[in-house]
């Protein structure tokens, strides 16, 4: 798949309007990241879209690291991290740290509150966030979540 094309799954997981989902919710961020790599990191449903459940929109709602950043270290974690104490887990901190640098330079901030300028935890914010926030700037930083990913993780 193109990198187009994995961009637009991303955002079709997550997109408020989705047309392959007729019934629930659609994924969140950290999810549909999550989701659109797993063949890339070799982790199948057992794991994924579970693992990222609690953590988008700032982990539950809250504000605080966006899940498109989450899910980028978690991928990264998951193809390169530790498998006991004894190993060092600075590459897979360089690597994270550098897809951080490049989310913050893009975006301003790796914090859901601070980019959304909402609170996710009132309805308000909620209400605002769907209709002005989700499907637009969100849906970009999921494509640039995307992007990034496929770069750290090569084939």
Request: net charge positive; proline share 6%; charged share 25%.
């Amino acid at each position: 798949m193109s990198l187009k094309e994995l961009q637009e799954k991303a955002v079709g997981y997550f997109s408020s309007r989705p047309s392959n989902f007729p019934i629930g919710r659609p994924y969140n961020c950290c999810e549909s990241v999550l989701l659109t790599l797993k063949d890339r990191i070799g982790v199948g449903p057992d794991l994924i879209p579970k693992v990222g459940t609690g953590i988008g929109a700032g982990v539950s709602l809250n504000g605080l690291l966006c899940g498109s950043v989450s899910s980028v270290a978690m991928a990264i974690g998951i193809r390169y991290g530790r498998t006991s104490p004894e190993e060092n887990p600075k590459p897979v901190w360089d690597m994270v740290d550098k897809y951080v640098a490049q989310f913050k330079g893009r975006f301003g901030s790796v914090n859901c509150r601070e980019l959304t300028g909402l609170d996710l935890k009132t309805k308000e914010g909620l209400k605002e966030y769907y209709a002005k926030v989700h499907d637009y700037a969100c849906a970009e930083r999921l494509r640039f979540a995307v992007e990034k990913a496929l770069e750290i993780l090569p084939e």
